[in-house]
């Protein structure tokens, strides 16, 4: 979700969307999860639960924010919501509403607001599973997209990965719908390791996306003890870093 460019690194007032550029990409997770190939029976899967956590993240250690990601169920819906901010400066909010069937997260809706110096825009996403399309829409512009596979936003997808490791199906598959294309988005697991963020030392799961870009870098650090709640995130992107900490579970 980058709206940034290599040209605007030395304007100052384009520069300070460097800060959204991290916030929409890190604080949503960027897209980890997908479509296992294989599904067990509903009797058998594992299912994440309801959660609330809060996050600190840095941008080039520069910009400092917070954000709250919040997962819900009423019914058969399952909610999340993602709120974030750099005061002064930028706020965004994500919201994706969805299905778990067995282990497959079936997303509906979708949503991305944001705002940078008092200036907004929204993303928003439709999806018809039945008809394999997804509708986007932004800056008045609306398109629908054929999904061979099941696409899904930021959100679900992050939901979908931890679903696939709790039930042991990662597959490294995964798709994502963006605003006037469907991508396929590969990602591996590249081992264990204890890390101490300000919530507490956990025993985690790193996932890096494989990226075609070198200047590029994306991890994830995703807690087995918290259905794999992500702890921690970093992401280099143009020589750009933001980290991302878990700062406490509500």
Partial sequence: MSFISK??????????????????????????????????????AKTVQPSSANYSF???????????????????????????RVAGVANASQ???????????IPTQASTTYKLLGLGRTHKLSFNPSSKKVTSTYKGKTMTMDMAQQAFDDLSLEVQIRQDLLNGKFSGNYYMAKKNKVEKTPFKKSGNTKITVPAGT???????????????STSFWL???LDYLPIKVSQINDGKKMDLELTKVN
């Avoid at 919201?95 to 997260?105: D, R, Y």
């Avoid at 956990?202 to 590029?216: E, L, P």
């Fill in 7 to 44: 040209s605007n690194i030395n304007n100052p007032a384009r520069s300070k969307s460097t800060v959204l550029s991290a916030f929409t990409t890190g604080v949503s997770i960027a897209a980890i999860g997908a479509l296992s190939m294989t599904a067990p029976t509903l009797a058998s």
């Fill in 58 to 84: 840095t941008v080039e250690d520069k910009y400092k924010g917070t954000a709250t990601r919040t997962l819900g169920k009423s019914g058969n819906t399952w909610k999340y919501n993602v709120k974030a």
């Fill in 95 to 105: 919201s994706s509403t969805f299905t778990i069937k067995g282990n497959n997260v």
């Fill in 202 to 216: 956990f025993d985690t799961v790193r996932i890096d996306r494989i990226h075609d870009d070198n200047d590029r």
């Fill in 223 to 225: 807690a087995p003890s």
